[in-house]
């Protein structure tokens, strides 16, 4: 065990760290999008708890729904930008512990980090597709009010 350890030493520590570095930057990239997703998820919760609580309506009963639709979508999102993270936090946790027993851990590392790409590239369709139906709901809006929201020419 010792000699492990005195065989890491003589490694050197900068490409080791070099290697963790794109991956600790796409965590933070994970934490904003984190942040913004929540911040839509309470938005959404807010607008649901703002629904008349006399859902006989059908519009109301189609803002439910929508809104609904619009939070799973959301969630979906959070999960998967959450899945990233720790994809990401393995990628750097492989490459520091198989270096440390000198293993090699490429496979490993661009396994992971296909698979944090992947969820990440989720999470954004999700949002996508939750900015659409907000989207709709704001053109039914648009159209319900008569307001012309195109640039005069």
């Not at 799973?72 to 492989?94: D, E, F, K, M, P």
């Not at 709709?136 to 929201?149: A, H, R």
Request: charged share 20%; net charge positive; aromatic share 10%.
């Amino acid at each position: 065990m010792v000699d492990t350890f005195q065989s890491f030493e003589r490694m050197r520590f900068a490409p080791i760290a070099a290697q963790a570095l794109a991956p600790a930057f796409l965590l933070s990239a994970c934490a904003a999008v984190l942040s913004v997703l929540m911040n839509r998820l309470w938005r959404i919760l807010d607008q649901f708890r703002a629904l008349d609580s006399d859902r006989s309506t059908p519009e109301t009963r189609q803002d439910a729904e929508r809104l609904l639709a619009r939070a799973r979508l959301i969630y979906q999102a959070i999960r998967s930008t959450i899945g990233s993270a720790l994809a990401i936090a393995a990628v750097v946790l492989v490459v520091f512990l198989d270096t440390l027993f000198g293993m090699t851990h490429e496979w490993g590392s661009a396994l992971l980090f296909l698979l944090a790409f992947g969820l990440f590239s989720h999470a954004f369709v999700c949002l996508l597709r939750e900015v659409r139906i907000a989207m709709l709901k704001f053109g039914e809006l648009v159209i319900s009010n008569g307001t012309n929201i195109r640039s005069p020419e």
